[in-house]
């Protein structure tokens, strides 16, 4: 008989590797973090109905960019209130293992790398004109 995997062991797995990973700060996010009285193993719910499970800080060139981490056992799918959230934020991604956070991450950072250059290669291109029409002047 195979294991049943649950969205908390998988929530688990992935911020355990997230504490190991370099430039990478992971924070539950479907939880306050109170016991309930009475319920071992239970805690208070988000104050906000679909946020994602897991908030990413990720360093990309010393730049602080957010990632959000929805964690799906087998074949469960995201609640309307879920997708609402995802409308609302950018980064979203649906994961199912370690494996696939890490591939959202590595998407995230790809991503980023990207906007970070062509804002770079705009601001050269902004600084050859201005010194050009200088010339000019």
Known sequence: MALKETEAGIQKAILQWGAYTEGVSMFRMNVIGIPIHGQPGKYR??????????????????????????????K??????????????????????????????????????????EMINLSIEQAKLIRRMDELA
């Open 45 to 74: 719910p988000a104050a906000e109905k679909g946020i994602a499970d897991i908030y990413v800080q990720l360093m990309v060139w010393g730049i602080p960019v957010s990632c959000w981490l929805e964690v799906k056992a087998g």
């Open 76 to 117: 469960r799918k995201q609640e309307e209130s879920q997708k609402e959230f995802e409308k609302r934020v950018e980064n979203y991604y649906v994961v199912r293992s370690v494996d696939d956070a890490a591939a959202a991450l590595e998407d995230v950072r790809a991503k980023s790398t990207s906007k970070l250059s």
